[in-house]
């Protein structure tokens, strides 16, 4: 059935309701009717090219949530398109409405293309930033009809809406020039025109051709989005004659656009203080006849460079709660350099949270929604249903996590004396008591588990010796030798393996897998992946060593992607790599621990409901090794005090015990946690016993040849009667 409308404005005023409005009355929660006459009117916009096919289209306008966008392209200095799309990924991962390609160097068509195919947030481009790479001419040379042909072959492509510099014209230019500014004209496209207009001597061709431009625009139901050329670049050229010359010429061009049903978006200020931008508001939308406005920012104070992203979402918020329907993003790198990905994150979230405060203030059906159940998560002390619901629910996990609080339903902040507990717990009925736990009570609770399972070590480490496991090891090329020679000497038995042709059936003819990540390479880690899911397959035990993860992102992902794939029966680190794994990021310069993160006596209560909670979300045993060693699952841990500071004199301990750890669990798979902390017992024990070995000319080869007779020599009962522990 051929189609009866050219674009949404003409399907609107026919009365036709078209797939794109039917979502968005859906998403805005607003009856069809309402919308309909709001889309022929021109208060609200639905910019949906008839070649976005993946597009899910968004309403802008009076009624709608404030929506926003993302910049982002490649320029002359920057010209990473890998690194763009992955900041594209992350706008749509965050829930941006919008994305603008703002790419001024070369060729910037494939990039397009390619961000048109997989985007469903509607996109948006400048033609005047690409016409010079487009047409590979210099200013001077390009003519009215070249600038066209640059919007034509933007539509072709499928963009959904172009920012089009009209509005700067002879006379506008005439009201710039007469004032004067401080910053004169910061718009790049609107400087460029200016440009072209003063050497030519010509007027804006967009101005001057606007009834062709327009034709293209409606052709594929592409949204104007006039651009302010002549927007404030600083505080005090904001509500000047040129900027609200320019929105005066802006609000004609918008009625001829409306007559030739192309919708139509207006842009806004900079830069501008607080007190102004309500009134600015107020004036766009009557001299633009109720339009949609899009603003960048505005910027309520000029001296925070690296932290404008913050200026932006404020004055973004006031504008946005007094009539303002789109905001433009800002990163902490505006005004500094291209944003990278952290900037990029950093400007959705305070734009998001800019347009969200504006909704509620706007009293925008159901606006309140996600607060209201923020409220009631926190009212539960619920933190999985906090994180759920937060804007960026990870980076509040992450830092929740860094510093756990000791006592269960609380932060750190606050402790036992959080406010909301405290109430919860009278209104409950219940006592408030802040006084320590009982000391008899705690004592009970630290007893060694000797005295609860007489022999359990010297059993745990006889039952190893009886059985020998073969164990498969994809281990790091530094320390294989010597992870091979610890376990024949705890009584196992080695197998190395990490050819994808042959790990699954090595795997399925051992008893247990290590997998350590030290030495990562491109053969290595698919064999990683094959022989984890060979022993989850058969019900094997796996232990992940994440050596150095957080010391480089390819560690730090394997290890987490290794996570998210294989279920790991123990996960043994120091403490810097298992907070990594936790949090999905670090910051260690090693394979060794940052001192900053070490387990000591003031912080052994936050690390040890870190590891319970880390065993929790994993279902995997814990074991975090160092000066003090923990082995935890979701609900037991074990302090271990055993070691000695010359184990760090040598490469691998760390290696050698997660081959152990393997060895013990897979002999004794009932109980996997007390195998474990057997295997921590006995690698320090042995350290101790090796250490007192040591003459005066003994160095760390040496040591390193006495630890490993002492696990060879080691048996139950000095096991048993050495090992230092508590349960907590």
Same mark, same amino acid.
């Given at each position: 059935?051929? $189609?009866?409308?050219?674009?949404?404005?003409?399907?609107?005023?026919?009365?036709?309701?078209?797939?794109? =409005?039917?979502?968005?009355?859906?998403?805005?929660?607003?009856?069809?009717? $309402?919308?309909?006459?709001?889309?022929?009117?021109?208060?609200?916009?639905? @910019? &949906?090219?008839? !070649?976005?096919?993946?597009?899910?289209?968004?309403?802008?306008?009076?009624?709608?949530?404030?929506?926003?966008? %993302?910049?982002?392209?490649?320029?002359?200095?920057?010209?990473?398109?890998?690194?763009?799309?992955?900041?594209?990924?992350?706008?749509?991962?965050?829930?941006?409405?919008?994305?603008?390609?703002?790419?001024?160097?070369?060729?910037?068509?494939?990039?397009?293309?390619?961000?048109?195919?997989?985007?469903?947030?509607?996109?948006?481009?400048?033609?005047?930033?690409?016409?010079?790479?487009?047409?590979?001419?210099?200013?001077?040379?390009?003519?009215?009809?070249?600038?066209?042909?640059?919007?034509?072959?933007?539509?072709?492509?499928?963009?959904?809406?172009?920012?089009?510099?009209?509005?700067?014209?002879?006379?506008?230019?005439?009201?710039?020039?007469?004032?004067?500014?401080?910053?004169?004209? *910061?718009?790049?496209?609107?400087?460029?025109?200016?440009?072209?207009?003063?050497?030519?001597?010509?007027?804006?061709?967009?101005?001057?051709?606007?009834?062709?431009?327009?034709?293209?625009?409606?052709?594929?139901?592409?949204?104007?989005?006039?651009? /302010?050329?002549?927007?404030?670049?600083?505080?005090?050229?904001?509500?000047?004659?040129?900027?609200?010359?320019?929105?005066?010429?802006?609000?004609?061009?918008?009625?001829?656009?409306?007559?030739?049903?192309?919708?139509?978006?207006?842009?806004?200020?900079?830069?501008?203080? =607080?007190?102004?931008?309500?009134?600015?508001?107020?004036?766009?939308?009557?001299?633009?006849?109720?339009?949609?406005?899009?603003?960048?920012?505005?910027?309520?104070?000029?001296?925070?460079?690296?932290?404008?992203?913050?200026?932006?979402?404020?004055?973004?918020?006031?504008?946005?709660?007094?009539?303002?329907?789109?905001?433009?993003?800002?990163?902490?790198?505006?005004?500094?350099?291209?944003?990278?990905?952290?900037?990029?994150?950093?400007?959705?979230?305070?734009?998001?949270?800019?347009?969200?405060? &504006?909704?509620?203030?706007?009293?925008? @059906?159901?606006?309140?929604?996600?607060?209201?159940?923020?409220?009631?998560?926190?009212?539960?002390?619920?933190?999985?249903? =906090?994180?759920?619901?937060?804007? /960026?629910?990870?980076?509040?996990?992450?830092?929740?996590?860094? #510093?756990?609080?000791?006592?269960?339903?609380?932060?750190?902040?606050?402790? $036992?004396?959080?406010?909301?507990?405290?109430?919860?717990?009278?209104?409950?009925?219940?006592? *408030?008591?802040?006084?320590?736990?009982?000391?008899?009570?705690?004592?009970?609770?630290?007893?060694?588990?000797?005295?609860?399972?007489?022999? =359990?070590?010297?059993?745990?480490?006889?039952?190893?010796?009886?059985?020998?496991?073969?164990?498969?090891?994809?281990?790091?090329?530094?320390?294989?030798?010597?992870?091979?020679? %610890?376990?024949?000497?705890?009584?196992?038995? @080695?197998?190395?393996?990490?050819?994808?042709?042959? %790990?699954?059936?090595?795997? #399925?003819?051992?008893?247990?897998?290590?997998?350590?990540?030290?030495?990562?390479?491109?053969?290595?880690?698919?064999?990683?992946?094959?022989?984890?899911?060979?022993?989850?397959?058969?019900?094997?035990?796996? *232990?992940?060593?994440?050596?150095?993860?957080?010391?480089?992102?390819?560690?730090?992902?394997?290890?987490?992607?290794?996570?998210?794939?294989?279920?790991?029966?123990?996960?043994?680190?120091?403490?810097?790599?298992?907070?990594?794994?936790?949090?999905?990021?670090?910051?260690?310069?090693?394979?060794?621990? /940052?001192?900053?993160?070490?387990?000591?006596?003031?912080?052994?209560?936050?690390?040890?409901?870190? #590891?319970?909670?880390?065993?929790?979300?994993?279902?995997?045993?814990?074991?975090?090794?160092?000066?003090?060693?923990?082995?935890?699952?979701?609900?037991?841990?074990?302090?271990?005090?055993?070691?000695?500071?010359?184990?760090?004199?040598?490469?691998?301990?760390?290696?050698?015990?997660?081959?152990?750890?393997?060895?013990?669990?897979?002999?004794?798979?009932?109980?996997?946690?007390?195998?474990? *902390?057997?295997?921590?017992?006995?690698?320090?024990?042995?350290?101790?016993?090796?250490?007192?070995?040591?003459?005066?000319?003994?160095?760390?080869?040496?040591? !390193?040849?006495?630890?490993?007779?002492?696990?060879?020599?080691?048996?139950?009962?000095?096991?048993?009667?050495?090992?230092?522990?508590?349960?907590?």
């Amino acid at each position: 059935m051929m $189609k009866k409308y050219a674009t949404q404005m003409d399907a609107a005023k026919q009365g036709i309701l078209t797939q794109q =409005m039917k979502l968005v009355a859906e998403k805005e929660s607003m009856a069809t009717e $309402k919308l309909l006459g709001l889309v022929a009117c021109g208060q609200i916009a639905i @910019p &949906a090219n008839i !070649r976005h096919t993946c597009l899910s289209p968004e309403g802008i306008g009076t009624g709608t949530k404030t929506k926003i966008n %993302v910049n982002l392209g490649i320029s002359g200095d920057c010209k990473d398109y890998a690194v763009e799309m992955q900041k594209v990924d992350m706008a749509i991962k965050f829930g941006a409405e919008s994305i603008m390609d703002l790419s001024n160097f070369g060729k910037t068509n494939t990039f397009r293309k390619e961000l048109i195919a997989r985007s469903p947030a509607m996109i948006g481009t400048v033609p005047m930033y690409d016409a010079l790479g487009y047409l590979e001419k210099e200013l001077l040379d390009i003519t009215a009809k070249d600038f066209l042909s640059v919007v034509r072959a933007h539509a072709e492509e499928g963009v959904d809406f172009m920012t089009i510099h009209g509005g700067i014209n002879r006379r506008t230019v005439e009201s710039f020039r007469r004032q004067g500014r401080k910053m004169n004209i *910061v718009s790049r496209g609107g400087s460029l025109l200016f440009a072209w207009m003063e050497m030519t001597g010509h007027e804006n061709p967009f101005f001057e051709y606007y009834d062709d431009l327009l034709d293209i625009l409606r052709q594929y139901d592409v949204t104007i989005s006039l651009g /302010d050329a002549l927007r404030p670049g600083c505080l005090e050229d904001s509500s000047d004659a040129g900027q609200l010359s320019e929105l005066i010429e802006l609000g004609h061009l918008t009625k001829r656009a409306w007559a030739k049903d192309v919708q139509v978006l207006v842009e806004g200020p900079g830069h501008m203080a =607080m007190n102004e931008i309500a009134a600015n508001m107020t004036i766009e939308k009557r001299l633009c006849h109720n339009a949609p406005f899009y603003v960048l920012g505005p910027l309520v104070t000029d001296i925070a460079p690296g932290y404008d992203h913050i200026t932006s979402a404020i004055g973004g918020a006031i504008a946005a709660a007094n009539g303002a329907d789109f905001l433009c993003y800002v990163t902490p790198a505006e005004h500094l350099r291209l944003p990278d990905l952290k900037d990029v994150k950093e400007g959705i979230i305070a734009s998001k949270i800019a347009a969200h405060a &504006a909704d509620i203030a706007k009293g925008l @059906p159901n606006a309140r929604v996600l607060d209201n159940k923020m409220a009631a998560a926190r009212h539960k002390l619920d933190w999985d249903a =906090m994180f759920q619901i937060a804007i /960026d629910g990870e980076k509040a996990r992450e830092y929740f996590e860094s #510093a756990p609080p000791a006592h269960e339903h609380t932060c750190s902040m606050c402790g $036992k004396m959080c406010a909301i507990r405290t109430t919860n717990t009278i209104l409950e009925g219940k006592p *408030v008591e802040f006084c320590p736990e009982n000391k008899k009570a705690r004592e009970d609770s630290r007893r060694p588990f000797a005295h609860m399972e007489e022999n =359990m070590l010297k059993e745990t480490l006889e039952t190893l010796r009886t059985t020998h496991p073969l164990i498969h090891n994809i281990t790091n090329y530094v320390t294989v030798n010597d992870c091979a020679n %610890v376990l024949l000497a705890c009584g196992s038995a @080695p197998i190395m393996s990490d050819d994808c042709e042959e %790990v699954e059936e090595i795997t #399925a003819i051992c008893g247990g897998l290590t997998i350590n990540i030290g030495t990562l390479n491109r053969n290595t880690i698919p064999s990683m992946f094959l022989a984890g899911k060979m022993a989850n397959a058969l019900s094997h035990p796996v *232990v992940l060593d994440p050596v150095g993860a957080g010391a480089s992102s390819l560690r730090t992902k394997t290890a987490c992607q290794l996570l998210d794939q294989i279920q790991f029966t123990v996960i043994r680190g120091n403490v810097s790599e298992i907070k990594t794994l936790a949090l999905g990021s670090g910051t260690t310069k090693g394979v060794d621990a /940052d001192l900053a993160d070490a387990i000591t006596e003031g912080n052994l209560d936050n690390a040890l409901h870190f #590891a319970k909670k880390f065993a929790e979300k994993t279902g995997a045993i814990i074991a975090i090794t160092g000066a003090i060693d923990i082995v935890s699952d979701s609900k037991t841990a074990y302090v271990i005090r055993n070691g000695h500071p010359m184990m760090s004199q040598i490469t691998g301990t760390g290696c050698m015990l997660s081959t152990m750890v393997t060895a013990y669990v897979t002999a004794n798979p009932v109980n996997a946690l007390k195998a474990t *902390v057997a295997a921590v017992c006995a690698m320090g024990l042995c350290g101790e016993l090796a250490h007192n070995r040591l003459t005066e000319r003994d160095g760390n080869t040496t040591y !390193r040849t006495y630890l490993i007779d002492e696990i060879y020599h080691l048996d139950g009962e000095t096991l048993e009667r050495g090992a230092n522990y508590e349960m907590r």
